[in-house]
Each structure stands twice: as C-alpha cells, then as structure tokens.
C-alpha cells in the first residue's frame, strides 16, 4: 500500500513538471524554439518539459516542423477547433501568430473585413469566450498597425472580459541582440490571479474600444550582445572557404534587376553590420524580384578597411537631389559578391538555431524554405 501511494504521488509530481502549449498558426516552430530556450533559463520553471500541441494548416510548415520537433502539426483549421478542444488540453500558454495581411499595407489594411482574420475572430468569439479552463499566459505576435486595428480591440475586450491583464509590446528583433530588423506588435495577456470564471460564453463584445492600454516600446532592463552578421553565419558550414564561390554562383544578384530599379538604395550589409534588412516571403521571388523583400550580402567585403570604403561610396551615390546614373551604381557593386542570403542563413539570422533545419530530405526548394522562413517569427 506504502509503495503504490508512492507510485501515485511520483505520477503526480511528474504530472506537475509538464508545461502544456497551445501553438496556434505553429509554422515552422519559431515559437516552439524560443519556449524551448526560455524553459533552459527559467528558474521558476526549472525541471520542466514543454507538451507542445501545435495547429497549422500549410502542409510544407508542417513537414518542417515534425522534421525538427518529432510532432506533426494538427491540420485542422483553426475556425473549426472548439473551446472543448482547448479545455482537453489544459493550456498554461497560447501561442498565436495569426495572417498578417488583413494589418499590413501589402494586404491592404481590410481588417475584420478580410477573410484572413476569420481565425482570429474565431478564436475570440467562440474558443476564448467560452473556455472553462483558461490559459494563464497568451501570448499574440503581428505586423505592426495590429494593435490599431478593430481586431486587436476585439481580442482585447474578450481578454478583458475574462479577467486578463494585457500589455502591448511595440518591439525590434534588434533590440535582443539579433542581427535583423524584424518590428513586430506582441500582445502578452496574464490571468488575473482573482479572476472569477462565471460566465462560459460571452455576448459578443461591441467594438467600442475598452480601456486605454500602453503600447511599450522597450523590455524590462536586460542587456543583449549585440551579434554582427558575420558571428551569425559563422555557425554554418556554408561559410567555409570551398562552398563560398558555390554560395556566390547560385545566389548572385542579377545585376539587371538592379538596374531596374533607378535611385533605390538597396539594404546591402557586410559581416559586420549588426542589422539587416527584414526578410519576407517574396524573397523567394528572388529571380524575378529584388526591392524592399530583404538585405543583400556583399559576401566579398570582410575587412574593417574595405568596408569602410564602400559604404562611404555607396551612400554618397545616394546623397544629392539628383538620381545617379545606374553605371555608377553596377560598377561599384560588380565587385563586392552581391547575393542573395541562403534560406539557412536567413533562419540563422532571424534566431533559429543552427541545429534547426530546413529538412533539404524532404524535397523543398529554395523558393518554398524562402517563403516558410519570411513567415516565421524571430525566435528572440
């Protein structure tokens, strides 16, 4: 009887040191990677391992995922989960990472309006609404003008009315050390410790906006190393001096897409730059497109000297009212091994670990790991 009491309370005890994680449009895993390096640092959660139930629907991400995690991704859509798929699972923490083109300029900035936020509003309205066990921690990333948007508000309100107290971070990946510029809105929402749960399910709330909440620019004061870009990529083995020209040939910039756009500065870095310009998906529309969808590496500049040169000739290109001539433009760039960043060192630089692949056995292209790495979050 001693025994089998011991045994039921070694069940429980380890029961307790399990972390469960909702990870709504899981992607890649970018949050699944940063819980992972929180839980390492954690001192209150010390001892404890993550289970981490994640949701997508794009079948790629999710190949990438289990490659990396061992879990394969629910498929279902997200306006299909019910408030008892959650309350099954028991939630210490949501994660969610929603689409960000209802937000975005390039999406047109519809709102509520856009199909697209569908899931969002699904989330708010039903799931969160009508939860009989709420998660302690939600944690929410977009574009920036979400927190401006009547979806925010909605979202807000339901949080509100559940008794969470939210905050809105306004924030850079640059700001934790990351060598890429990557602004981003995160919404951290932490149950009240006196919240009462007396309703299950919730009118839905006007769009009146609820009480004024902050949006804080800056983390609680900790201090980051500051990573160059070349720190960065010397973790892979795509740096060593044998593949560097195989890097160059494959992922040169065509110098006539340069020529086509007259009077645009490129974001061109070196490794040592300790910013980048922000990656997204149509950088995998790399053959076709160039402006505005990620920095360009002059591969071939590595001393202080050289580099010091080139950024003064380059911006000064730049500097008066008058538009230089293109010629001026390619022949400073000929020389300096303009290219493309590989989708591995542009996870590399966004946070990922270099243990984290982009699973090259299960037959994805460059274009489709672009595209699956410009939707991920930085994991800092």
């Known amino acids: 009887e001693k025994l089998k009491r011991l045994h039921l309370a070694m069940a429980a005890e380890t029961k307790q040191k399990v972390l469960p994680v909702i990870e709504l449009f899981s992607g890649i895993g970018g949050f699944h990677v940063a819980l992972q390096e929180w839980l390492k640092t954690s001192a209150s959660f010390k001892g404890y391992s993550l289970e981490i139930h994640a949701f997508d629907n794009n079948c790629n991400a999710n190949k990438v995922y289990t490659h990396n995690f061992g879990i394969t991704p629910n498929k279902r ?31 047109c900035q519809k709102d509520c309006h856009d199909a697209r936020s569908t899931a969002l509003h699904h989330f708010c309205h ?31 309100q339901c949080l509100h009315r559940r008794g969470y107290e939210s905050r809105i971070y306004r924030l850079n990946a640059t700001q934790v050390g990351t060598p890429n510029t990557r602004k981003r809105v995160y919404v951290l929402a932490t149950l009240k ?10 009118a839905s709330p006007p ?59 490129f974001g061109i870095v070196t490794v040592r730059d300790v910013d980048s310009e922000c990656f997204t998906k149509a950088y995998a529309t790399r053959k076709k497109f160039v402006k505005g969808t990620g920095a ?48 591995k060192e542009c996870a590399l630089l966004m946070g990922f670990p270099m243990t984290f692949s982009l699973a090259d056995d299960i037959g994805l292209n460059d274009e489709q790991k672009y595209k699956l790495v410009g939707n991920s979050i930085n994991v800092p």
Request: net charge negative; with cysteine.
């Open 77 to 107: 859509n997200i306006e299909h989960l019910q408030s008892t798929d959650f309350d099954a699972i028991r939630p210490f923490l949501i994660t969610l990472s929603p689409p960000c083109q209802p937000y975005s300029r390039a999406g």
């Open 207 to 265: 769009w009146s906006p609820q009480q004024h909440i902050d949006v804080l620019h800056t983390l609680p004061s900790v201090v980051f190393k500051q990573q160059t870009i070349g720190e960065v990529l010397a973790q892979s083995q795509e740096q060593h001096d044998d593949h560097k020209q195989q890097l160059l040939e494959r992922y040169a910039v065509p110098m006539e897409r340069i020529a086509q756009f007259t009077g645009y500065k």
């Open 296 to 343: 360009l590496f002059a591969s071939r500049l590595t001393q202080g000297a050289e580099i010091a040169a080139f950024k003064t000739d380059y911006d000064a290109l730049f500097a008066s009212t008058s538009t230089s001539p293109p010629s001026s433009l390619l022949r400073l760039l000929r020389n300096v091994g303009l290219r493309y960043f590989t989708p």
């Open 126 to 156: 039903t799931i969160l609404c009508e939860m009989q066990h709420l998660a302690t921690h939600i944690l929410l990333e977009n574009v920036i003008g979400f927190e401006t948007s009547q979806s925010c508000q909605l979202l807000l």
């Open 193 to 202: 410790k006196d919240a009462h749960q007396l309703q299950t399910q919730i």
